[in-house]
């Protein structure tokens, strides 16, 4: 190899180099599990993962605690089959605050292209979680013949407080899903666990 055949071989890896580094460093993604992948496994790490976090939050965000014990319960209503978005439920009596939790979990690419695990919870208040639950039930079946028309292509899209929702139906047109935007998390949530939240929440705390 000549000299100039090296040096403008070394440069093309140079340049190679810097453009996968400079790749890196803007890209600002989630890894995004795929909306049709269903696991029991990921479900259950997940509510394990957010029922232990959920504890932290709690009582560092939203309980007074002291030298006097507090009574508190908290419980993972439903974990999406993704693994991305659990639900739980909150109540301090003594303190009358209940709730709704909404854990978001994903997967990052950080600036260095290293992968880390991100998580954060969203509190609702137990009228706000009634709320939502039911603007995603009342939206669905407002715009439904639109949404089954073409299924997984037609789409609505709707703001709850600061999150953003996308809500479709799948290919079999069965059931919607949604995609829920907050803080950079981009998650995949379903029907059928937005039906087992409003009726797990409705026993687990007295909306009035």
Not at 15 to 41: C, D, E, M, N, R
Not at 155 to 184: H, M
């Amino acid at each position: 190899m000549t000299t100039n055949t090296h040096i403008a071989a070394k440069g093309l890896r140079q340049l190679a180099l810097l453009w996968a580094i400079w790749g890196f460093l803007h890209l600002k993604a989630q890894i995004a599990a795929s909306p049709y992948v269903t696991s029991y496994a990921a479900q259950h790490e997940s509510a394990e993962f957010a029922l232990f976090k959920a504890k932290q939050f709690l009582i560092e965000n939203l309980f007074t605690v002291d030298g006097n014990a507090i009574e508190f319960v908290v419980d993972p209503l439903h974990a999406s089959t993704t693994g991305e978005l659990t639900t739980l439920v909150y109540e301090c009596k003594e303190q009358k605050l209940s709730g709704l939790l909404l854990a978001f979990y994903g997967t990052y690419w950080n600036e260095a292209g290293v992968t880390f695990t991100g998580y954060g919870f969203k509190n609702l208040k137990a009228e706000q979680a009634a709320a939502l639950l039911k603007k995603i039930s009342e939206e669905a079946t407002k715009h439904e013949a639109f949404l089954r028309a073409d299924g997984d292509n037609n789409n609505i899209s709707f703001t709850f407080d600061d999150i953003k929702i996308v809500l479709w139906y799948g290919p079999a047109q069965s059931t919607y899903r949604l995609r829920l935007f907050w803080n950079e998390f981009d998650s995949s949530w379903y029907q059928a666990a937005c039906d087992k939240t409003t009726k797990r929440l409705a026993k687990a705390i007295d909306i009035k």
